[in-house]
């Protein structure tokens, strides 16, 4: 799986802690999602594509290999 969360964060310039607050999670956790390291929950990562406004398959898609 991989993700734009890292893009996302500089478009809306904020940091990870800042978004991690945001939705609940630790620091760590946004930053091991941004590194391809841990893949969130369904409900985490719902929350962080509300966060941005946008929809979840724009933040996070499959890879082909998924």
Known sequence: MK??????????????????SAVGVSRQ????IEACRYIP??????KIARYFGKP???IFSLEEND
């Open 41 to 46: 929950s369904t409900v985490l990562a719902l």
């Open 56 to 58: 979840t398959d724009s």
């Open 3 to 20: 993700n734009n969360v890292r893009v996302e964060r500089a478009i809306k310039d904020i940091t990870q802690q800042e978004l991690a």
């Open 29 to 32: 956790t946004i930053n091991s």
